[in-house]
């Protein structure tokens, strides 16, 4: 007699009820292989008996090591039914690590892909338990068994009885290369979970469920095999992540539920949202009503309109899709609600190995975004030493709580208290018993304030940005910064979405959206240190950050840099690149502008790698137009991101020439003084131009009495050391930046006599809407793009003080985020050196209370301009000693941005 718990006899019942349906899926050399239950239940059973004739015993362990496919099911189950215990084992395993795991395990047999065999092989001779090996593929080397021959010649024998207390399973959650740590998992502790699933619904023999995860992970283990099998479900196999192959398989196939982590749902939801961005206004504004409005439906009539009204995106996902689960980590509330909004109910649950995984699931009828959901049926949560927020340790009691750890009974017994399961995770129940997970204990960052900071709700807040990719905060002590008591930010950017924007500087980008998104939270949990990483973060298969190698790998690379191969690229077509002339003298000009001398590679950053910034990228434009006798585009600076990307333009740009070219001359880095000689575009010079006409001079008087006046009115408006500015130039006004009002605010404050003779350089994209457009023109704004055209705005700066005229300009290059003073760029310093200018420092008060850039309007709020003594780059440079090798260009943009900061009314 066979226990009612038991996994196996729990599948043979479901596999007589459907034996026709199909179980699983997979496609092939181009077409789709399938297994109806009845095959697989034959199949599952010819292997259990095969399995007891070469002596595998009930209780021995038997590992799996493959890839995702429907064999690797039929294996679990006939290892289950002969009543072994089967040890899934992850196939990005390193031998060692493989060796470890077979060792501990004390594994009899081990059944194994093709693809796998070669890590196996070595080690069988080394294990004391001398493991059988079962190939899964059609080739066997002597000794071993392929699958095809056993279900050929192996008869279905009588099977075991298998008590639901006995293991099924052992899962290895972590000591891979250290002490291991299995979970053992009962019949009983499965089957329980499974039932507690399918109670919810979640689904039955109509659907078509998308394997996409590995399934020695206990989350698809039991969500994409487990319940769809006990259900008479269908399970597609896919080995690509890829969107293109993923939205063809689910239009193939018809797929009904999709199981993914966060990361596939957030790069699903960022694709949606994108390809809608592209579209035109009205359209874009007619989705938004239409989410609103299906938002509405589902709260108030407890309907799914989304299939009505976003029928095309419905189709791109194949038509049939109802249901998307999450889980291996924490998803992102917006992204959850939008894709519910959109049709596809998002089930986002909780668990743990050790609870066989799932503990909480969202019930799709009624939803919360920001929680895990309530409790699957039998299973009971509680809150463990609560603090005065409610937030402590989860602790789970139910069938579906692992019998312990293998060959670990200290380790058991730390993990339970009274008979609760202690999970490591800290969070809280509200008042309709909906769990919500703050971080887990060990992550969590405690500053020298006290101040708890759970990282993944921060974390989850920067993600909101498109151009970040990948984020982890650190408490900055871990990464050896005893000088700041604070939160690093190690975010890894979304260079696709930085290229398709044209945008270079990713870290001054990502600086800027994090300053806003900062806006949003406590001062304790804004990041004060921020770093850029060219690599994705290390993560578990399921997705979830893999913290201590994270700060590993920063500090590893931070104390001594990975030495790089020059060696040649793997690709046919890079290779080709590599050894072209063309390239060749490129990577002679690279180490003259940028800071990587040795190593120099294709995929390398220009940025990241190389150091090199906007202005760098000037210099490297230029170089290469001396370096080759060709004119390359104003933008293309813009264009390029990788070594790679700079060959392949050249190349473009050089034809036929490519591969006979010769250099011009030798490489030199290039003057600024000679970069700054040429003449901007015919469409800079005419604005130039247009700001010296009568009527623009009549429109600047008006415009310049109307500030003055509303500045008066509602700014109670001073100005001080009006006596320290010359009247004619050519000469630089620099100052602090924190405004919309800056530009305007420093032409009111100065007589019209010098306004009538005053530039700004504008970021284009702030001089659109018609009332700054408007006084753009009347303060002889110049339109400039700052990331594709920054070759243009400084030979247009650069004419305009040809012409003996005065130019404003704003050397932080952003408005600052909290009023304070940053950095100075050394545009500034390049213009006055080259050009022999004087300057003068100038400082704005109380323009970041009036209108500070994370606000839409403005108010009220005192407003000072101070001016003080013009200043030559010499006096600048005299004023201290200058460090060797330091550039001059910064140092005099440092010393100035110190007398614009001395400045106080």
């Known amino acids: 007699m066979v226990a009612a718990e038991n996994l196996a006899v729990q599948f043979f019942d479901a596999a007589a009820r459907f034996q026709d349906s199909v179980a699983f899926q997979i496609k092939r050399d181009g077409r789709y292989l399938r297994w109806s239950y009845g095959e697989v239940a034959d199949q599952a059973h010819r292997l259990a008996t095969f399995l007891r004739q070469i002596q595998i015993s009930p209780g021995d362990r038997v590992a799996l ?42 594994s009899r047999a081990i059944v194994v892909s093709e693809a796998e065999l070669g890590k196996v092989q070595p080690i069988i001779a080394r294990l004391p338990s001398r493991p059988q090996v079962i190939l899964l593929d059609e080739k066997a080397p002597a000794g071993s068994y392929t699958l095809a021959e056993i279900l050929q010649s192996s008869p279905k024998g009588p099977l075991p009885s298998v008590p639901s207390e006995s293991t099924a399973s052992i899962l290895y959650t972590s000591g891979t290369t250290g002490s291991p740590k299995g979970v053992i998992l009962t019949h009983r502790n499965l089957v329980a979970n499974s039932s507690g699933v399918r109670a919810l619904g979640f689904c039955g023999p109509e659907d078509n469920l998308l394997a996409l995860l590995p399934l020695h992970h206990v989350y698809p283990f039991m969500i994409t095999f487990v319940t769809p099998l006990l259900a008479g479900a269908r399970v597609t196999f896919l080995q690509s992540l890829k969107p293109p192959d993923l939205l063809q398989c689910m239009r193939e196939t018809g797929v009904s539920i999709l199981v993914g982590v966060p990361q596939l749902l957030t790069l699903l939801h960022r694709g949606i949202f994108q390809e809608v961005q592209k579209r035109p206004r009205p359209l874009r504004l007619l989705f938004g009503l239409l989410l609103g409005l299906a938002g509405a439906v589902q709260a108030y009539l407890q309907r799914n309109p989304g299939p009505l009204l976003f029928p095309q995106i419905h189709r791109r996902f194949g038509g ?68 005065p927020d409610g937030v402590g340790e989860i602790a789970i009691q139910g069938p579906n709580v692992m019998q312990g750890y293998f060959k670990d009974p200290q380790e058991t017994a730390k993990s339970f208290r009274d008979g609760w399961f202690l999970s490591g995770d800290l969070g809280y129940l509200d008042a309709e018993g909906y769990l919500y997970i703050t971080g887990r204990r060990k992550e969590v960052i405690v500053l020298s304030t006290g101040k708890n900071i759970y990282p993944e709700e921060v974390e989850a807040h920067f993600r909101k940005s498109p151009y970040i990719k990948e984020i982890c905060l650190i408490g900055s002590a871990e990464l050896g910064d005893s000088r700041t008591d604070g939160l690093a930010a190690l975010v890894v950017p979304n260079f696709d979405y930085l290229r398709e924007k044209r945008v270079t500087n990713s870290e001054d980008m990502i600086r800027w959206e994090m300053e806003n998104l900062s806006r949003e939270l406590p001062a304790y949990k804004r990041p004060t240190r921020l770093e850029i990483l060219k690599d994705p973060l290390p993560r578990t298969r399921i997705g979830k950050i893999q913290r201590h190698l994270v700060r590993e790998m920063f500090l590893r690379e931070a104390a001594a840099p990975a030495a790089v191969d020059e060696g040649l690229p793997p690709s046919h077509a890079d290779q080709l690149l590599w050894e072209s002339p063309v390239t060749r003298k490129i990577l002679a000009v690279l180490p003259v502008v940028g800071r990587k001398k040795h190593g120099i590679r294709l995929d390398d950053s220009l940025e990241l ?34 070594v790679r990307d700079v060959a392949r333009k050249v190349q473009e740009h050089l034809g036929e020439r490519a591969e006979s070219v010769k250099a011009e001359r030798e490489t030199l880095r290039p003057s600024w003084s000679e970069i700054l000689v040429g003449e901007p575009p015919e469409a800079v010079q005419a604005e130039i131009t247009a700001g010296k006409t009568r009527w623009a001079l009549v429109v600047s008087l008006l415009s310049h009495r109307l500030l003055r006046l509303l500045f008066g009115l509602f700014c109670r408006f001073r100005v001080h050391g009006l006596a320290h500015v010359p009247d004619r130039g050519p000469y630089l006004i620099t100052t602090n930046h924190a405004s919309y009002i800056d530009a305007f605010a420093i032409g009111a404050a100065l007589p019209f006599r010098i306004v009538r003779h005053l530039y700004f350089l504008g970021f284009q994209q702030f001089f659109q809407h018609p009332v700054t457009a408007m006084f753009g023109r009347a303060y002889r704004v110049i339109h400039v793009d700052a990331e594709t055209h920054l070759f243009q705005a400084l030979r247009a700066a650069a ?107």
């Open 65 to 106: 090591l493959a890839e995702n496919r429907p064999e690797w099911c039929v294996a679990y189950l006939g290892i289950v039914a002969a009543g072994a215990t089967a040890v899934p084992l992850d196939v990005q395993l390193g031998g060692q690590e493989l060796e470890n795991l077979l060792h501990h395990s004390e």
């Open 320 to 387: 049939r899709l109802r249901l998307i689960s999450s889980g291996g980590a924490k998803l992102d509330p917006a992204v959850g609600r939008d894709l519910h909004r959109l049709g596809f109910p998002v089930l986002e649950g909780y668990g743990l190995t050790e609870t066989s995984p799932v503990v909480t699931f969202n019930p799709p009828q009624k939803p919360r975004f920001r929680s895990v959901g309530v409790p699957l049926p039998d299973v009971q949560v509680r809150i463990v030493d609560p603090g």
């Open 609 to 642: 790698d190389l150091g090199l910034d906007s202005l760098s990228r000037i210099e490297l434009v230029v170089a290469l137009e001396d370096l080759f006798g060709i004119d390359l585009p104003a933008e293309i600076g813009s264009e390029l991101f990788t």
């Open 799 to 905: 004419q305009i003080l040809r012409q003996g005229e005065i130019l404003c300009i704003f050397p932080e290059g952003a408005r600052s985020v909290d009023g304070a003073i940053k950095p100075f760029k050394k545009g500034g310093g390049i213009l006055a050196k080259e050009m022999n200018l004087p300057l003068l420092p100038a400082r704005i008060l109380g323009s970041f209370e009036i209108w500070p850039r994370h606000k839409a309007y403005p108010r009220p709020h005192p407003l000072t301009i101070i001016f003080g003594p013009p200043v030559t780059v010499q006096e600048l440079l005299a004023e201290a000693p200058i460090p060797p090798g330091a550039d001059l260009y910064q140092v005099i943009a440092a010393r100035l941005q110190d007398r614009v900061a001395a400045l106080a009314a």
